[in-house]
């Protein structure tokens, strides 16, 4: 009975963790997106949810982190996701078939991310910090799909050239997003599609 009551307690706490960070991020996004990010700190960021500032460095280590949505937890769970894809399935496809998982959860956030894209557009400074975040979560996804393949150079650089290219088709996909009123789940669909088909170019128009 003691072990059933400290699992209860340690899944309520993951999820007032969870709520936390979230509401942190929202916060910081509402906040830049209306001062700008040199008019908001850390404190305003934590104040309007409540906490100490300390208890906002236990989530991000400054507030441009705060802005990124970008989840160590969040990363690990794509990875596992990847891992049960059946193996005789090729890379790309697999990659297909995470990156879809993800659009539907995106999509359930869209008015977060849609607030995310304007306050980058606003503040170019954020790109740079995206991009090396990402270039990190970039290596350890083409491990994982490096894992999926025969082992050797070949394998490595297929990963490699794969994950870029997955990565980029989904990018594209949620610019697209941010412009239109289309579920991002057909979007990534339909970049995938062309990719699978050698990207040709579109027809002309009738």
Known sequence: MTIVDSTEELGRR???????RAALERAALTLVAERGLAGVTVEDIAEAVDVSSRTFFNYFPSKEDALLGRSPRAEAELIERLARV???VSALAALRSVLLEEAERVQERREEW???LKVFEQNPSLLLKLFSGGAEAERRLVT?????LPEGPSGTAHAELVTAVALTAFR???LRWSTVDTPLAGLVDEVFSRVAEGLPDPNPPV
Request: charged share 40%; proline share 5%.
């Open 86 to 88: 059946p193996a005789e």
């Open 114 to 116: 849609l607030l995310r």
């Open 14 to 20: 993951d999820r007032k963790k969870l709520e936390t």
């Open 172 to 174: 594209v996909a949620v």
């Open 144 to 148: 994982a799909v490096a894992g999926r």
